[in-house]
């Protein structure tokens, strides 16, 4: 690996973050401790430290009060609809051009938020879900994301509803991403996308599908014994089959299934063989199993991904949907900047080839920079009012 000629600092990180948002949010002038770039300052340092507006504000010896950010982000923001569109545009808008010449593999998923609370306007905004950290209540958000030589850039996020039928999330997730020039090779899809109406909709919308097939029908155990996809799971060698799945409303859709058998050989504990069953559908071309397996494979990386948004997500127990789609907005372009500054600056070229070098900078490294600059900028308080003196 030849020397690098140039340097970054945490001053060009923030200032490119910050004017990529602040050029599609437009937030006002809210006087002069209230200013955008302190604005997005103070949110920058709470989303790297992983704490909350109050706790940044408290810690940040210049800073404005946390009151005194609430209500500039309230006044300043625009009404839900739009600022999700503004945060859309935000994350689009470092994309590289390659994307959009080409069809380019995605990726699209549900990000569940627990939530403890109560509703703020109207009851839909809470998501219900299987439950998990003890409560069945979410704030929900869709994002789509674009798989390129290990780059994963997001393109599209909405904020779901519980009365949103999952195609629609779907198709307005794609027609996000449409708006931004990304159009579909292929989509990868999370096991909870396996339904008769999801795959219907593939169908006739006529997209190049791939994802988990969910096994459901009696288990081996059962006297009668296995049925429905369940089947699948019990084959011993790799193949080819069909499938009708029949939803409670009595409507069915036909696709086709890909099992992968594999030997386990001791991982996590377990041994024996395993069968890996996939639901695909539309000109997906197959040239193997273990391409439908590694193919697949590829959209694990999207885990990875929101372990780093929640890394970098503002905590809030706000009821306000509006601030906490802006918090997710915030954690997720702080990604995009990260995998754009990877891609565009840190990137070695050689004969039209780019090498990544994640080593250069992690995306944690690149969050402690944010908060250095803020606590350069705006100093560190580092006492605390006492009863009585320490010694």
């Known amino acids: 690996m030849r020397s690098p000629q140039y340097t970054i600092t945490p001053r060009d990180i923030q200032a490119h973050a ?39 504000c408290a810690a940040l010896r210049d800073a404005p009060s946390d009151t005194a950010v609430h209500d500039a982000l309230l006044a300043g923001l625009p009404v839900f609809a739009e600022l999700q569109r503004r945060l859309n545009r935000a994350l689009q808008g470092d994309l590289p051009n390659a994307l959009r010449r080409k069809r380019q593999p995605l990726a699209a998923d549900l990000t569940l938020i627990p939530y403890h609370g109560q509703h703020l306007h109207d009851p839909n905004e809470i998501y219900r ?52 020039g990304i159009r579909p090779r292929y989509l990868l899809l999370d096991r909870g996308f396996c339904s008769v109406d999801v ?43 069909e499938y009708t799945m029949t939803s409670a409303a009595g409507r069915k859709a036909r696709f086709a299934v890909c099992v992968k058998c594999r030997n386990r050989r001791g991982e996590r504990g377990r041994h024996g063989r395993e069968a890996l069953v996939y639901a695909f559908g539309g000109k997906l ?64 070229r050689s004969q039209g080839q780019r090498r990544i070098h994640l080593e250069r900078m992690t995306f944690r490294q690149m969050l402690l920079w944010l908060q250095h600059y803020a606590e350069q ?6 006492e605390t009012q006492a009863e009585r003196p320490a010694w």
């Open 285 to 348: 071309k197959l040239s193997s199993y273990q391409w439908v397996k590694e193919t697949y494979r590829s959209r694990f990386a999207i885990e990875t991904s929101y372990r780093q948004i929640h890394q970098a997500r503002i905590r809030t127990c706000t009821k306000d949907p509006l601030l906490r789609l802006l918090y997710v907005g915030v954690a997720l372009l702080l990604r995009n900047v990260w995998v754009w500054l990877h891609w565009e600056v840190l990137a070695e």
């Open 377 to 382: 900028w705006l100093g560190i308080s580092e």
């Open 129 to 180: 879900s299987q439950a998990k950290s003890g409560t069945s209540h979410f704030h929900a958000y869709a994002t789509a994301y674009v798989i390129r030589k290990g780059q994963r850039f997001t393109v599209a996020l909405i904020a779901v509803q519980a009365n949103d039928p999952l195609p629609e999330i779907l198709k307005r997730l794609l027609r996000q991403a449409a708006q931004a």
């Open 199 to 241: 795959i219907r909709y593939l169908q006739v919308a006529r997209h190049a599908w791939l994802m988990p097939l969910t096994l459901r029908g009696r288990k081996t155990d059962h006297p009668k014994g296995p049925s429905g996809s369940r089947l699948f799971a019990l084959w011993k060698k790799s193949g080819w089959g």
């Open 18 to 56: 910050a004017s990529r948002i602040q050029k599609h949010l437009r937030l006002p002038e809210q006087g002069r401790k209230c200013r955008p770039g302190i604005l997005w300052t103070v949110l920058f340092w709470a989303a790297s430290r992983i704490t909350s507006l109050a706790a940044a």
